[in-house]
């Protein structure tokens, strides 16, 4: 079994220190993760943190590898364990907030967690067409209603925050940045219902407020695309790049915003799905562009978080064969900044025309 040293960053500029970080993910683990409540939290469940490793590649790139118990798997009686890593990044969000560039690995006992984890389905034998020629732009506003298997009642995905949720506001900046995309001759189809209209849907709220499932299910897209998963939250992350793949789509863009009491935007891409350069250089196109444009039409003092990769920890990336990312342009639980500009109309349009700018740079080249 390969243990990981649990050590300090290497000194120079932006260092994180990785007891602090083992520190910070042990707390995180004391508190069962949203709709986990009827669970014991993970450490009580037994979900260890063997170790934590820090290693400084540049002045501005950090790479922290975890290693977690074997009972992570397990922790979440489904198997899905989105859920559990979420709360763990966000147990580190304030102590990555100055260090550029990071990337996570995280292990199990050892051993790569993407091992452990559904590969990805085969890329389509049919070439996607390039986003400047043709190519279809999936634009996913994460999360929104679904149906909550253990409690049998219809739920949001998050919590709200100063009188917002996450699931409204990504759906808010998801149908920008379509707009922006539609008006520059782009095909960008929504992946959630993408008018805001009184239509009501399965789960009696307005469909445009419903995950991506019951909207692509909807569509009559077949049930390997929208079905595929251990329960309905699952089932809705998987069904965003499952389309993406099934019409094969040129690009994925993930929409969300993040918890953890950082500041700031950064973007996500995967390690592990097979597009890992494509997804890097579009993930640093579009961080750029959605920075430089806050901060010369919004707050001249916008925090860049920049890059974040993972070794499959987010599905919407890590199932998508193609280059994908995900925006997390702010922080939903702290005030100021961050919440008070999710409540602003304008740093949405922003936030949006900065995407769209930044996957026309992106094609071009």
């Known amino acids: ?175 920008y940045v379509r707009d922006e995309l539609n008006a520059a001759n782009v095909d960008a189809r929504l992946l959630r219902y993408p008018d805001r209209d009184a239509n009501v849907g399965t789960s009696g709220r307005p469909r445009w407020e419903e995950g991506a499932k019951y909207f692509i299910k909807g569509l009559g897209a077949p049930t390997e695309v929208w079905n595929i998963g251990v329960d309905e939250y699952a089932r809705d992350i998987n069904t965003r790049p499952m389309y993406a793949n099934w019409i094969d789509s040129a690009v994925m863009v993930s929409i969300h915003n993040n918890g953890g009491r950082g500041t700031g935007t950064e973007t996500w891409y995967d390690a592990t799905n097979g597009q890992e350069y494509e997804s890097q250089r579009l993930a640093g196109i579009v961080n750029n562009r959605i920075v430089a444009l806050l901060r010369a039409r919004y707050n001249r003092d916008w925090p860049d978080r920049g890059l974040r990769t993972c070794n499959g920890c987010k599905g919407e990336n890590r199932i998508a064969a193609r280059p994908a990312i995900i925006v997390e342009a702010a922080f939903m639980d702290t005030p100021t900044p961050d919440n008070d500009a999710l409540h602003d109309e304008t740093f949405k349009r922003i936030v949006a025309q900065a995407i769209r700018e930044g996957l026309q740079e992106w094609a071009q080249r």
């Open 1 to 175: 079994m390969l243990l990981v040293r649990v050590g300090s960053a290497q000194q120079g500029p932006s260092t994180i220190d990785a007891d602090a970080l083992k520190t910070g993910i042990e707390r995180a683990l004391t508190t069962a993760p949203r709709d986990h409540q009827t669970l014991q939290a993970p450490a009580q469940a037994g979900v260890r943190v063997l170790s934590v490793d820090v290693q400084q590649t540049s002045p501005s790139s950090h790479q922290i590898t975890i290693d977690l118990s074997q009972k992570a798997l397990t922790y979440d009686p489904s198997g899905n364990v989105e859920a559990l890593i979420d709360r763990i990044l966000a147990g580190t969000a304030t102590l990555t907030a100055a260090s550029g560039n990071v990337g996570y690995r995280f292990l199990i006992d050892g051993l790569p967690l993407e091992q452990f984890l559904p590969r990805p389905p085969p890329r389509s034998s049919v070439r996607s067409r390039p986003l400047g020629n043709g190519g279809t732009a999936v634009i996913s506003a994460g999360h929104g209603w679904y149906w909550h298997d253990a409690s049998g009642t219809w739920r949001l995905q998050r919590d709200y925050y100063g009188g917002i949720v996450e699931d409204v506001v990504n759906w808010d900046i998801a149908s």
